[in-house]
Nanobody, 131 residues
Framework: EVQMVESGGGAVQAGGSLRLSCLASGYISPYFCMTWFRQRPGEKREGVASINGGDGRTPYGHAALGRFTISVDKAEKSLYLQMNSLTPEDTAMYYC????????????????????????WGQGTQVTVSS
């Protein structure tokens, strides 16, 4: 079983930056799919950015385009999300998820961004952006 632990959340003012980290334990194949999701109060969980281990492609959700960057350190089994130009609308609980065996699924522009594709989740890290 793969376990995920997120860190790096916190409170920041609008326009600021945060870097989230997610450390995985357990077996992860070279063909993994790792994704950052977020969930705002009263809303469904949405895909922020994913990374496909097999080809390195990184689809982004609409809200993350141009502001967030996903990266992975395969040797350390660590997933990162650099978030810049944060706005209050980015306030949410951020989760990482992994499929340790299969690559990201879905249409090319949204591969890995469907939360129903994942069963391995971290506990989340809160990001709060004030205006």
């Amino acid at each position: 079983e793969v376990q995920m632990v997120e860190s790096g959340g916190g409170a920041v003012q609008a326009g600021g930056s945060l870097r989230l980290s997610c450390l995985a334990s357990g077996y992860i194949s070279p063909y993994f799919c790792m994704t950052w999701f977020r969930q705002r109060p009263g809303e469904k969980r949405e895909g922020v950015a994913s990374i496909n281990g097999g080809d390195g492609r990184t689809p982004y959700g609409h809200a993350a385009l141009g502001r967030f960057t996903i990266s992975v350190d395969k040797a350390e089994k660590s997933l990162y999300l650099q978030m810049n130009s944060l706005t209050p609308e980015d306030t949410a609980m951020y989760y990482c998820a992994v499929d340790p065996i299969m690559g990201c699924r879905g249409f090319p522009h949204e591969k890995g961004l469907n939360p129903t594709d994942f069963t391995n989740w971290g506990q989340g890290t809160q990001v709060t952006v004030s205006s």
